[in-house]
């Protein structure tokens, strides 16, 4: 057997990659949403008389635009240090407030320089007064999108932790739930299940390809051949010689599954998702 080369990745450092302060649609909706909304506020509140109300097009846009622009960058200094701010996908109440103290550090900055090429050097009070506004828009956009996050994340969870699957074994068949399954090999012909617990089940599929297309999951992964693996069970990902990728999966036994330099890109995709 080939020894593993030194330059590992663990399945955690792989996933903290793909977090939940990643662009994407959804995400860009909420945060620029919270934005716009901000802005409608500020511009309302400043607006000291309604007698003879006209909407206030100026204040409302001067808020969109450098909220809009202190959000971006704010976000996208995150995406660059989210590795190190988040060492896993929890959170705590320590990474959220690096989370919120960095962007804060980056709005106030870019608020600033933004303040001086509009407005100009002008009075320090006007300045402080927008600079607090700033403050409690970038304090509030994160909040309220952390705690969406966090909802949808404990959602999500919830709903993998009451998946199931159909197993027959001998005269018995059995609801497994997929979150206990830890890989799936072809043995002697046989189709075998092991477990998070270290047992097994000898099952009636098929074939791999048949237990595949029952599973219906993106936790799972067709490493080779002759083996299917769970996103949990993945303990480390070790490289080895001639491009190849070796699992080393948690339970049971810390066992060790090949996979082929042709799925190498597919797993990593897989394993970040």
């Given amino acids: ?94 990474m959220i407030s690096k989370f919120i103290i960095s962007n804060l550090m980056v709005g106030i900055a870019v608020y600033t320089i933004l303040y001086l090429l509009v407005f100009g050097p002008v009075a320090f ?9 700033t403050i409690s828009i970038i304090i509030i ?24 699957i159909l197993v027959k074994t001998g005269r018995k068949k059995t609801l497994l ?3 206990e399954i830890s890989y799936a090999q072809v043995t002697n012909g046989i189709i075998r299940i092991f477990k998070s617990d270290q047992s097994f089940l000898n099952t009636q599929f098929k074939s791999l390809d048949h237990l595949e297309m029952n599973l219906k999951s993106d936790d799972f992964f067709r490493a080779n051949r002759q083996t299917i693996i769970s996103r949990n069970a993945v303990k480390e990902i070790k490289h080895r010689t001639n491009r190849k990728l070796q699992l080393q999966l948690r339970q049971p036994n810390d066992v060790l599954i090949n996979v082929s330099r042709y799925k190498k890109k597919d797993l990593l995709d897989w394993i970040k998702k």
């Fill in 141 to 164: 956009e994160n909040l309220a999108f952390i705690l969406y996050s966090h909802l949808q994340e404990n959602k999500n969870r919830r709903q993998k932790a009451t998946e199931t």
């Fill in 177 to 179: 739930p997929l979150s």
């Fill in 125 to 133: 009070l006007n300045f402080t007064a927008y600079l607090f506004i």
């Fill in 1 to 94: 057997m080939n020894k593993p080369s030194t330059s590992n990745l663990s399945a955690q450092q792989l996933d903290s990659r793909i977090h939940i302060f990643d662009f994407h649609v959804r995400n860009a909706l909420i945060r620029y949403g919270v934005i716009v909304l901000l802005a409608l506020i500020n511009a309302h509140i400043r607006q000291a008389d309604f007698t003879d109300y006209s909407f206030p097009m100026r204040s409302f846009l001067n808020g969109l635009f450098f909220g809009g622009i202190i959000c971006t960058s704010s976000w996208a200094v995150t995406l660059i240090v989210k590795d190190e701010l988040f060492k896993n996908n929890q959170l705590t109440y320590g």
